[in-house]
């Protein structure tokens, strides 16, 4: 069975661009996260879906970050314009149950803004 | 404020040694407590998953146990191995999933 697919790995740009990474979650996990991870940090949450519903986006820096799933399964996170503060890795995982259910990680995305 | 709590933040062991990592929370209300590993450059990776209802569980030279009225996890890893080597995150789940910062710890031949 295929694990949490992200692409791409890392990814390279300068200040000002856009950027774009996405998220194919285990097959029959209804409920699909974001998280960033900055160095030498644990992850920290962005946004949470149950199915295509953003049900927690609390965290996510709304003049510039924007997700979307539209069709409950496969997820894209995008960042416009990037800064230099928003290098770090953009993890994706999922899980079976939101509260209760055990977490699935992607490898992640690695964006370094230059 | 809820927070999670590890210790130590690094670890060096030479093989074969038993080792515990810690972790802390400060809210005892939880749903469940997961233990990661991260290898660099890597994803996470689930080793355990302890509901609130729980006391232990156990994965090969594994165990983790919760103490919810303490707010306290540990990992226990039996006869360690260079290729433990990793960093060993906890993960609280309340409504939201709280990460600790980490362990990092290194198992030398």
């Known amino acids: 069975e295929a694990g949490v697919v992200q692409s791409p790995r890392y990814k390279i740009i300068e200040k000002k661009q856009p950027v774009a990474f996405w998220c194919n979650p285990i097959?029959?996990?209804?409920?699909l996260y974001w998280y960033l991870q900055n160095l030498g940090q644990g992850p920290e949450l962005l946004i949470r879906?149950?199915?295509?519903?953003?049900?927690?986006d609390s965290q996510l820096p709304k003049d510039r970050f924007s997700a979307e799933r539209l069709k409950g399964v496969d997820s894209t996170l995008k960042i416009q314009p990037a800064e230099l503060g928003d290098s770090a890795v953009y993890l994706c995982a999922s899980s079976n149950a939101p509260n209760t259910g055990e977490l699935f990680f992607g490898e992640g995305s690695r964006l370094t803004v230059l | 404020k809820q927070e999670v709590t590890q210790i130590p933040a690094a670890l060096s062991v030479p093989e074969g040694e038993n080792l515990v990592l810690n972790c802390s929370f400060t809210?005892?209300?939880?749903?469940?407590l997961q233990w990661f590993r991260q290898d660099p450059g890597k994803g996470l990776t689930s080793l355990l998953l302890?509901?609130?209802?729980?006391r232990e569980q156990t994965s090969g030279r594994l165990n983790a146990s919760l103490d919810k009225s303490s707010g306290r996890s540990t990992l226990y890893i039996a006869a360690s191995q260079p290729g433990d080597s990793a960093t060993y995150l906890c993960?609280?789940?309340?409504?939201?999933?709280?990460f600790g910062t980490g362990t990092r710890l290194q198992v030398f031949p």
């Open positions: 993960a609280v789940s309340y409504d939201k999933l709280i």
């Open positions: 879906y149950e199915n295509e519903e953003a049900v927690d």
């Open positions: 302890i509901q609130s209802s729980q």
């Open positions: 809210d005892s209300a939880i749903y469940n």
């Open positions: 097959s029959g996990h209804n409920t």
